[in-house]
């Protein structure tokens, strides 16, 4: 049996145990919930009335108070548009209204008057607000629980293997470095159905909302990046994980033993998070393997990338993915078959060095 056809049997053998997986189906439920929630919780919180200023004595003031919106007097209308004080303005233009706004008239201050206004964009590329906050936190979050959950699984099954002796047998049967690469494999797979499912649920959902013929066209760049992205971010990820899990005997030692593997996912979520709107360090985060997952997609969903930086981005991440993948694998091979304790890193580089002379 060569090394694919190992790795291909490793795989089938992980695949059939985690579809049977209730932590799987109840991860996999609750992002597509999320993902619903997420596309549709923008529609329903725009719902309201628009405010909307015009100036004094406008002949517009009283169909719009008519129609149930909020009106505001202001001597400068479309300043206080731009301040955020209204949500649209009002104005006369040679006898005929004309609706100012910064990104998008509202509907119901268009609808509230007679005839189709002349509609003046101030901003029209602009993002909604709510879908900035929305939008990276959906990357994030996506990333950094199913790499968590999944790897966390991927170091329980070794610890689970070793635990049973199961680990002796399957050595017997094929190469050690073929069950690295099948639990990766068999979770990446995982992952990026679940991954999938969810972008599917995302787009349904938003095609109820108002604005999902706006919102469509500025996600469809960043998720189709988010793929190649997710997938060697969580090769990654998944390596080290199985090799935490290769380190210790216990099921109580895995999150002792992954806690640098739990820290270089979390931090990297928190930092997209909180510096979202900092240019500078979104920028550096796209090239880190560890947040550029996250970080990248989230620049093109605004913009902010250049056309090239993805695919040096994606190089970088590749060739970290490669190099965890070759640790991953000797601390693997040299830990897998010690059940004396828990085995250090160190040790296992050690001990995988010697039985290779």
Same mark, same amino acid.
């Given at each position: ?167 002796? =047998? *399957?050595? #017997? +049967?094929?190469?050690?470095?073929? &069950? !690295? ?5 068999? /979770?990446? %797979? @995982? ?124 190089? =970088? *991440?590749? #060739? +970290?993915?490669?190099?965890?993948? &070759? !640790? ?5 091979? /040299?830990? %897998? @078959? ?20």
């Amino acid at each position: 049996m060569n090394l694919l056809e190992a790795v291909r049997l490793v795989a089938a053998r992980e695949l059939k145990v985690k579809l049977r997986d209730k932590t799987f189906l109840f991860s996999t439920l609750f992002f597509l919930l999320f993902a619903l929630g997420s596309s549709v919780l923008p529609a329903v919180f725009a719902s309201g009335a628009s405010s909307v200023a015009v100036v004094q004595a406008s002949p517009y003031e009283q169909k719009l108070r008519d129609a149930g919106l909020e009106v505001k007097v202001v001597a400068d209308p479309e300043k206080t548009v731009r301040d955020g004080d209204a949500d649209a303005a009002v104005v006369d233009q040679g006898g005929k209204p004309q609706v100012v706004a910064m990104r998008d008239a509202p509907g119901d201050v268009v609808r509230s008057l007679s005839v189709a206004p002349e509609v003046h964009l101030l901003d029209p590329d602009a993002v909604d607000e709510l879908a900035k906050f929305l939008v990276p936190f959906m990357f994030a979050l996506v990333f950094f629980f199913t790499s968590l959950t999944f790897g966390i699984q991927i170091a329980q099954s070794v610890v689970e293997e070793k635990q049973t002796r199961m680990v002796e =047998i *399957l050595v #017997a +049967a094929v190469p050690v470095r073929a &069950l !690295l690469i099948g639990k990766v494999a068999a /979770g990446g %797979l @995982l992952a990026l159905a679940q991954v999938a499912l969810i972008a599917v649920v995302s787009i349904v959902g938003s095609q109820f909302t108002d604005d999902a013929g706006d919102l469509l066209p500025l996600l469809a760049p960043a998720m189709s990046w988010f793929i190649p992205f997710f997938v060697l971010g969580f090769i990654m990820l998944a390596a080290l994980w199985a090799a935490v899990g290769a380190l210790v005997n216990r099921l109580e030692d895995v999150s002792n033993a992954g806690m640098p593997v739990q820290l270089l996912v979390m931090l990297p979520f928190f930092a997209v998070i909180f510096l979202g709107d900092n240019p500078t360090a979104m920028r550096i985060l796209s090239y880190v393997p560890f947040s550029a997952p996250t970080a990248m997609p989230v620049r093109l969903f605004d913009g902010s990338a250049a056309t090239w930086e993805p695919f040096v981005a994606l190089v =970088i *991440l590749a #060739a +970290a993915a490669a190099g965890a993948l &070759l !640790l991953g694998a000797r601390i693997y091979e /040299g830990s %897998l @078959l010690r059940t004396n304790g828990r085995t250090s890193w160190s040790a296992a580089w050690r001990d995988r060095e010697l039985r290779s002379i």
